[in-house]
């Protein structure tokens, strides 16, 4: 977004050199207004820290260009001033002084020393001796053994390969290997001494790597020319690096003889040997001269370019190098060779099977598009449940059977290759063991050595299979999208927790050999939300409800069972109903993601973007459309609530973005947060538009977090560290790997790799004194929990509700449920996400805290559920069913901490005490009456007042003529006493005090009355009856 950085006075402003940025004054920190994540301000300014990035608001042009890693710049690694001079241990980093690189040494010391790994380590963490030739090198501990290592594992990078020297007017030959689009397509070279050095080369690069330990790990760094396995033939090859995953253990790289790029495991990966020789790379990228930009085909047109070309012998002219150095791009005239021209006008179908198999990548399927409001008849090809089931479309069954064919011809030509492994989520062919026919398939993941699962994109069914069962795949047969359709019911859940086989069985056999009609409602992530519709009868059959009335599914509220018809984006108030149907990014776990920070508070809050082109397209599309709505849309008066979503005008750029409701400050004025950056303005009402549900499909793009781990050496972040943390993360795209949850965001651990090696920033901040370490409430990878982050029921003064009581301490200490949960529908869904997110866990040691919201795994059933802690033993954990009001000793292995995101919905049980009695040690007579009076029974309770989590209450139960209140029956049997005004620990919340009512004391004097009569009828000459008469009378 566009910045919107202040500072009080500008003396105190300081100016990085690398960015020219100006950072908060003292003064703005002071006074709150960068705050981290645990220390947040009442009323947010504007942004304090908000550089330009390619993904600000506003901010079209060069829109992806901070995806790819900026180039290496030879700037000081300390100062960020020019640096020339390099250090000699791992020759990555510059620095401008000497006095510079001891400044640093304390935190490049540990990466230095992991990347060159086969350098003697026995520095003991001092500088690296000076020399003449190099800026440091070990203290004379360098042996002629480990040079010999050293420079047999020298690092070659793309500027150490010769020239090509291809100029203006040359023509070459060669064969289409890859075509992405006309601006930019791959060409290998095929002149006789191109192809003779790539002979010697291939055979060169088997001899040095065929019997290589695949299991021994290289440290590539990006824009290294390595030797790479290539996953398609299993052969080594050159490969430049483009980027490194190393959470993940994988690495981008170009193969730059062939023009492909692959996604392959680190392992696959070596250091050049140092006698391959460094002669250019036998592919040229290039572009047509005549197409202009500007004017982009769809890409129908490119795919059909595609299938065309790849494969096909051409003649280029270059016309111009748009590009110098190594890897030019150059524009070309391109000329299909005649033997192509005429292969091409016999048949486009006889393509070079062995150059298509040779130049093909990792493919990837694209799926059939299909919108909210379409409708259109389908078979249905497989059924997981209710909720989940693929479905083909009618009118594509002839184009599947000629593909069928096609893919057919093509693995019945290739022989089995054994070591043919294609990488996950790679489209392949794959031969089906019911009828041995192969289709289309992709690669879900390797259950074993020798057995990969599969799922087949057309058909949407899974299997396993042997890597002998599958094929690699061809450009020209993914021409056609992926058929399978996957689809979930509108309207309907489980009628418990999980689809029986009953409700499986009649949905399939609901479907079964028909065609039927679908109409799509809805989205809901990768699924389409559908009514699925049987109009082969008479009356017609909606499978939802025909489900439901069978009793195999319940309804679900919310999700009409009439398929809704699209609208126009102005049709904004009959949005009204969904707009609150708005969802944010998802994260998960200790799962590492590229993000690229759109604004800065400080290191303890940002908001990062998810650096995923598809998202990031849309979001951008998204703006434009919701600009143009905005435009003709005159202001409308509508409520405005906090946390609703809206249309706010950002006043830096004057574009319309979308927003949530913060506060609504004024009758003219409104906070809102803008979701997709992170910024936070004021914005005059007349600037704010009502949101319709379409502008809600996509998730909400900038997520809150902060740097896991760490803490300020202060109170607060000062000025130093953040524009510390700013200059490492300005227009950076840098790995983040999820430590913690909570309701606010995620707390993140931020690496740069683009030095080739990972930099972790968190870890950065602490060597260099600007932030603390801080210490975890746990050693394991669960996520951080907090004591108090839960709320239960909302109950005010004088409320009366009816509850079942299920548990009974004592009169001080019960719990209850209300009857009717107006939560019902979220509570099943949380709870239903809270079974999947308990599964996913890891057992791993976990000692919660007495009160501390946990997951707990009940033993009557199994199941997770969300629980209290109330008391913590050596090897059990005693808590609260926070839902359901009972209690259960557990062993701590039946205990998982849960995330904020799942205490959103309040705790069903009320924590309840007797209100108006006297607090006493109860004598085992009080505790059973009691529990017998209440325990497992329906009651009504009005609440009297509040302390703390605590809910003091009167109780009254039914009788069969009248209702008893509990506390009076418990003073007349003489069992327990009133407790004065003065003495309550009631924390009021109403008008009045009240203690116990007038009409009660005239019933107790009454029943006193009534035994001293009986007494002077029937006991006035027994002795003992005067004893008596004397104690009730001073009760």
Not at 2 to 13: G, I, R
Not at 688 to 716: A, E, H, N
Not at 773 to 780: A, F, G, R, V
Not at 841 to 853: D, L, M, Y
């Amino acid at each position: 977004m566009a910045e919107v950085l202040h500072t009080k006075d500008a003396e105190s402003s300081m100016e990085s050199p690398a960015t020219r940025r100006k950072l908060p004054s003292m003064a703005a920190m002071d006074k709150g207004e960068m705050v981290s994540h645990s220390h947040s301000v009442e009323k947010p300014e504007k942004l304090k820290y908000s550089f330009k990035s390619a993904f600000d608001i506003g901010y079209d042009k060069s829109l992806f260009s901070t995806l790819t890693p900026p180039p290496q710049m030879r700037t000081c690694h300390h100062c960020g001033l020019f640096g020339s001079l390099r250090c000699s241990q791992c020759k990555q980093i510059q620095y401008c002084s000497v006095d510079c690189q001891k400044r640093d040494w304390p935190a490049h010391s540990t990466v230095c020393k992991s990347v060159e790994q086969n350098i003697s380590n026995n520095s003991g963490g001092e500088l690296p001796a000076k020399t003449e030739t190099e800026f440091y090198i070990k203290d004379n501990l360098t042996t002629v053994d480990s040079v010999k290592t050293e420079e047999h594992v020298k690092k070659i990078m793309l500027s150490d390969l010769q020239t090509l020297g291809l100029k203006k007017a040359m023509e070459v030959q060669g064969t289409v290997t890859e075509f992405k689009s006309p601006s930019e397509f791959y060409i290998q070279m095929n002149s006789p001494e191109v192809l003779e050095q790539m002979s010697n080369l291939s055979v060169k690069l088997q001899d040095c790597y065929a019997n290589t330990d695949i299991q021994e790990q290289y440290v590539a760094i990006r824009g290294e020319i390595c030797a790479a396995r290539n996953s398609l033939d299993q052969t080594w090859r050159r490969a430049l690096v483009k980027d490194v995953d190393v959470f993940q253990k994988k690495a981008q790289v170009f193969y730059i003889d062939c023009g492909k790029e692959g996604n392959i495991p680190l392992s696959w990966i070596k250091a050049l040997h140092k006698d391959i020789e460094l002669f250019p790379p036998c592919a040229i990228k290039c572009s047509f001269a005549s197409y202009d930009p500007d004017q982009q085909g769809c890409s129908e047109d490119t795919a059909i370019l595609s299938s065309q070309l790849v494969g096909k012998s051409c003649s280029v002219t270059v016309v111009d190098v748009l590009q110098e150095g190594m890897m030019s791009s150059f524009a070309v005239n391109f000329v299909l060779s005649k033997s192509s021209e005429r292969d091409s006008k016999e048949s486009k179908e006889k393509i070079d099977e062995e150059k298509q198999l040779r130049c093909c990548g990792n493919l990837t399927a694209e799926c059939v598009s299909v919108c909210i409001g379409d409708t259109f008849s389908v078979v249905v090809s497989h059924v997981q449940n209710p909720e989940d089931f693929f479905c083909q479309q009618i009118h594509i069954g002839r184009h599947l059977a000629e593909l069928q064919v096609r893919l057919c011809e093509h693995c019945n030509k290739i022989p089995s290759n054994p070591d043919f492994r294609p990488v996950s989520g790679e489209v392949c062919c794959a031969q089906f063991t019911e009828d041995n026919i192969w289709y289309r398939a992709a690669v879900i993941a390797y259950t074993s050595e020798s057995n990969v699962l599969v799922g087949y994109i057309d058909y949407g069914n899974c299997e396993v299979l042997q890597p002998t069962r599958l094929r690699p795949m061809i450009p020209k047969l993914m021409d056609l999208p992926a058929q399978a359709i996957r689809c979930t019911l509108a309207g309907i859940k489980p009628p418990l927790r999980a689809w029986t086989s009953e409700a499986i069985s009649l949905m399939k056999k609901l479907v079964k050999d028909k065609v039927l009609t679908v109409k799509v409602v809805d989205k809901e992530s990768c699924k389409s939300v559908v009514e699925l519709i049987d109009a082969s009868v008479i009356p017609e059959i909606n499978i939802s409800r025909y489900l439901i009335g069978k009793g195999c599914a319940a309804g679900a509220s919310g999700m009409a069972l009439q398929a809704t018809e699209t609208c126009d984006v102005k049709q904004a108030d009959q949005d009204r109903g969904n707009e609150r149907n708005y969802r944010w990014n998802k994260l998960s776990l200790n799962h590492a993601v590229d993000v690229v920070v759109c604004t800065l508070y400080s290191p303890g809050e940002f908001y990062c973007q998810i650096a995923n082109s598809n998202d990031l397209h849309a979001l951008n599309s998204l703006n434009k459309s919701l600009f143009e709505y905005c435009q003709k849309t005159p202001p409308n008066a509508f409520k405005l609530e906090k946390g609703e979503p809206c249309c706010a005008l950002f006043s830096d750029d004057g574009n319309w973005y979308r927003a949530l409701v913060k506060t609504v400050t004024s009758d003219r004025n409104v906070t809102v947060h803008f979701v997709d950056y992170g910024n936070v303005e004021e914005v005059p009402l007349d600037k704010i538009r009502q949101i319709p549900s379409s502008f809600l499909q996509l998730p909400f793009q900038g997520v809150k977090c902060w740097l896991s781990g760490i803490k300020p050496t202060d109170s607060k972040w000062n000025p130093e560290a953040t524009a510390r943390f700013h200059k490492c993360t300005a227009g950076m795209k840098l790995q983040a790997r999820i430590i913690s949850f909570s309701r606010d965001g995620a707390g993140v651990e931020l690496i740069d790799i683009s030095m080739g090696y990972p930099k972790v920033i968190n870890e950065m901040l602490v060597s260099e004194r600007l932030a603390a370490k801080e210490d975890l409430q746990d050693n394991n990878n669960f996520p951080k929990t907090s004591l108090g982050h839960w709320e239960s029921v909302e109950l005010a003064v004088d409320q009366t509700v009816p509850v079942c009581v299920t548990e009974v301490i004592s009169p001080d200490l019960f719990y209850a449920v209300p009857v009717h949960c107006k939560d019902e529908e979220k509570l099943f869904k949380q709870l239903t996400e809270l079974q999947d997110y308990c599964e996913s866990c890891k057992q791993q040691p976990f000692r919660p805290k007495q009160g501390e919201a946990c997951c707990a795994k009940f033993s009557g059933d199994g199941h997770w559920y969300r629980a209290l802690v109330l008391e913590v033993s050596q090897s059990t954990v005693q808590v609260l069913y926070v839902d359901y009001g009972n209690i259960e000793i557990l062993p701590l292995s039946n205990v998982l901490p849960i995330t904020g995101s799942y205490l959103k919905v309040p705790f069903q049980t009320i924590i309840c005490s007797l209100a108006g009695i006297k607090k006493v040690e109860w004598s085992p007579l009080v505790l059973g009456m009691f529990k017998e009076m209440l325990l497992k029974k329906y009651v009504t309770i009005t609440v009297k007042g509040i302390n703390g989590d605590v809910k003091l209450v009167q109780v009254e139960k039914q009788s069969e003529n009248s209702s008893v209140n509990i506390a009076d029956k418990l003073v007349m049997e003489g069992l327990v006493e009133y407790c004065k005004a003065e003495n309550s620990d009631v924390v009021h919340r109403g008008s009045q005090s009240e203690t116990r009512c007038c009409c009660t004391e005239l019933k107790m004097q009454l029943k006193k009355l009534e035994q001293v009569l009986l007494f002077l009828l029937n006991k006035y000459e027994n002795p003992d009856g005067y004893k008596e008469m004397k104690k009730l009378l001073e009760s």
